[in-house]
């Protein structure tokens, strides 16, 4: 008895023990061996430690202390660093961190769904691609799917070199990215990859953003209907079920055959914000130089819709990451949705033209850039398997719109139309050393409209800076179009070879 007493009392101290022992100095996922650090601009380094506890963040000639708020979290911010490394940061409490062949160099966040997600080892190219992979000033950071029906602070995953071992199955169109860009500055870069195939771009944007306003609250209020609906639907099927089974009981007792079970109803899906909650909110604030984003194919078919949600969730992002002075808009660039599906006789109308005018509508945002890619897609396959000239194009976009280099880095953009007499000229932005048909060929993929508004399709010619469009079937036109279908046949490129960008003149426009 006294044995078991002793060892009651052991136990305890050992329990009161462990209760009072201090808690290890903790760093964020994102913190660790491998990383890459934002050049140029405050370094934000955080954790978790007892409340109250002094931490000490070195890293190269820099020292930085602050205390844990009560909550055990702290934060520092590291004075902005030229492009270089390797650095070690050291971090310290009642315990001691290091953290080791850290670089500086450009950051970038790779989102959105399949064809973000879509792996290198999957691409055309894919496998030699991947044996070239090896280079120590790429460094890779893979953010687990994780759906949250809140904000989440932390992750579970590390930086890793760049290398055949880890490459395959990273994002294709983020990695063709990363080596473009990396080969074009000369300095490091780390790639923050987190997308979800198949989703929609409410489940990347906060509840705060969706409830806000008027045109995005059905989204959060439709799902919490699906929910109460779904719910309503699994006790009807419970009930179902009970009937069916004293109905087989019934036909297998008179040799009968049983009749199927009632079919189990359909879930609601990932509610809005989850993934901003499981897959972004965890990120905040580590230090980026940009975005890439790859997504529009789930919500093609609500492009009205789009025009406010895309803008908004890069909002939301810049709002809540909150980097200080010109860092706070960081650059976001998008990939306009490829041609796909079955080519069309005459012109017509189209969802995915729609959502690609809502993509474009959304460069009215600071900082933001666009790769056109109508040229590339596959018409049997929603996922273009040329990851390369996409990477290849964000990069362009990347030098342009982040570094402020002078380059021609997009494809014609439509400007204005002016009618004279029977024809319609239509003028271009982007055009770089000149507009040109792809191949040489005639010129395809524009379409007129009188004022009945019924398009049929032009004849097209290019002059200096524009092209004029016309048809013997239209006497006066007052609207054009150009590759406004789902997959449209059209060959219109600047010189530098990057195409243009689906249009019409009679549709929504934001300058």
Known sequence: MRRILHSAAVLAALVLVARAAPADVKLHALFTDNAVFQRDIAVPVWGIADPGEEVTVSCGSQKKSVKAGADGAWKVRLDPMKAGGPLEMTVTGKNTLAVKNILVGEVWICSGQSNMEMSLR?????????????????????????????????????????????????????????????????????????????????????????????????????????????????????????EHKKTAEKAKAEGKESPPAPKAPRGPGMAPSCLYNGMIAPLIPYGVGGAIWYQGESNAGRAAQYRTLFPAMITNWREDWGQEGPARDFPFLFVQLANFMARKAEPGESGWAELREAQTMTLSLPKTGMAVIIDIGDAKDIHPKNKLDIGRRLALAAQHVACGKELVYSGPMYDAMTVEGEKARIRFKHVGGGLEAKGGEKLTGFAIAGEDKKYVWAEAKIEKDAVVVWSPSVAKPVAVRYAWADNPECNLVNKEGLPASPFRTDGPRKE
């Open 122 to 242: 999957s691409c055309a190219g894919g496998k030699e691609a991947v044996e070239a992979s090896a280079n120590p000033k790429i460094r890779l950071f893979t953010v687990p799917k994780k759906p949250a029906e809140a904000p989440v602070r932390d992750v579970n995953a590390s930086w890793k070199e760049c290398g055949p071992d880890i490459t395959p199955g990273f994002s294709g169109a983020g990695y063709f990215f990363g080596r473009e860009l990396q080969a074009a500055l000369d300095v490091p870069v780390g790639l923050i990859h987190t997308s979800w195939g198949g989703t929609a771009a409410e489940l990347w944007t906060s509840t705060r953003v969706l409830e806000s306003g008027p045109e995005l609250k059905p989204l959060a209020e439709g799902h919490q209907k699906a929910v109460a609906a779904f719910a309503e639907a699994k006790a009807r099927h419970a009930e179902a079920l009970e």
